[in-house]
């Protein structure tokens, strides 16, 4: 069975504080590992992992894949409150047509 | 604003009626997808469309059905409800495989 697991489930820091949040998966056909952000509603997409394209950054927001290891981080430095939020990982496997499967997601909360 | 409407944000509905949720995707995506959260079963896949006909189904239950129009809109019918059906409905939208998936802001069921 297709598993993707996130760690933690919650995560409680003080602003400027750095991260790191987890997500392993077990799919077949791996396509492509995809973080999102959800703060009230729609979860927004952060990035997308490919086998061509395994470290992203953007601002203070980084992933990295791990194909070997099966997994992947994302890392948020110098935290902000509007930092808090769920974020979400999903994997695109290449025989499902773009159907996504999600992680429970991590809860994270930013302190000032 | 991911480019993804969803109607209606919310509604609240009695145990045993129906509801359509409709959802128009981003101006040129041709799959739809349609997600469940809830809060003990994070984003569940339940269907997916691309231009006009069914691609995949997830835990999608017998009585909840869906389609996608000629035009790409695409909608939800959720009958018999029960109060277990109370969740967020989350439509998405893509080009198509191997393509980034960004979602509506959802739409709120409340089944009392």
Same mark, same amino acid.
Request: net charge neutral; glycine share 8%; charged share 20%.
């Given at each position: 069975e297709d598993k993707v697991v996130q760690s933690p489930l919650s995560l409680v820091v003080h602003e400027g504080d750095t991260v790191t949040l987890n997500c392993s998966y077990e799919v077949t056909n791996f396509r492509s590992l995809l973080w999102y952000k959800q703060e009230k509603k729609a979860p927004t997409f952060l990035f997308m992992l490919t086998s061509s394209g395994i470290e992203k950054k953007s !601002?203070?927001? &980084? &992933?990295?894949?791990? %194909? %070997?290891?099966? &997994?992947s981080i994302l890392n948020i430095t110098a935290t902000q409150t509007g930092d808090s939020a769920i974020y979400l990982c999903a994997v695109d496997r290449g025989s499902t047509l773009g159907r996504l499967y999600f992680g429970r997601g991590t809860q994270l909360t930013v302190w000032p | 604003d991911s480019g993804v409407t969803q109607t209606p944000k919310h509604l609240i509905t009695a145990t045993g009626q129906r509801v359509t949720l409709r959802c128009s995707p981003r101006s040129g995506d041709l799959s739809v997808y349609w997600y469940q959260q809830s809060l003990d079963q994070g984003l569940q896949f339940l269907i997916q469309y691309y231009n006009g006909e069914e691609r995949a189904k997830g835990n999608i239950l017998e009585r909840f059905s869906a389609q996608q129009f000629p035009d790409l809109h695409s909608e939800l019918n959720l009958s018999s409800l029960e109060l277990g059906d109370s969740a967020l409905y989350f439509c998405a939208s893509s080009p198509g495989a191997g393509n980034t998936i960004y979602f509506g802001e !959802? &739409?709120?069921?409340? /089944? /009392?």
């Amino acid at each position: 069975e297709d598993k993707v697991v996130q760690s933690p489930l919650s995560l409680v820091v003080h602003e400027g504080d750095t991260v790191t949040l987890n997500c392993s998966y077990e799919v077949t056909n791996f396509r492509s590992l995809l973080w999102y952000k959800q703060e009230k509603k729609a979860p927004t997409f952060l990035f997308m992992l490919t086998s061509s394209g395994i470290e992203k950054k953007s !601002g203070r927001l &980084s &992933s990295i894949l791990d %194909k %070997k290891e099966l &997994s992947s981080i994302l890392n948020i430095t110098a935290t902000q409150t509007g930092d808090s939020a769920i974020y979400l990982c999903a994997v695109d496997r290449g025989s499902t047509l773009g159907r996504l499967y999600f992680g429970r997601g991590t809860q994270l909360t930013v302190w000032p | 604003d991911s480019g993804v409407t969803q109607t209606p944000k919310h509604l609240i509905t009695a145990t045993g009626q129906r509801v359509t949720l409709r959802c128009s995707p981003r101006s040129g995506d041709l799959s739809v997808y349609w997600y469940q959260q809830s809060l003990d079963q994070g984003l569940q896949f339940l269907i997916q469309y691309y231009n006009g006909e069914e691609r995949a189904k997830g835990n999608i239950l017998e009585r909840f059905s869906a389609q996608q129009f000629p035009d790409l809109h695409s909608e939800l019918n959720l009958s018999s409800l029960e109060l277990g059906d109370s969740a967020l409905y989350f439509c998405a939208s893509s080009p198509g495989a191997g393509n980034t998936i960004y979602f509506g802001e !959802g &739409s709120w069921l409340t /089944v /009392v």
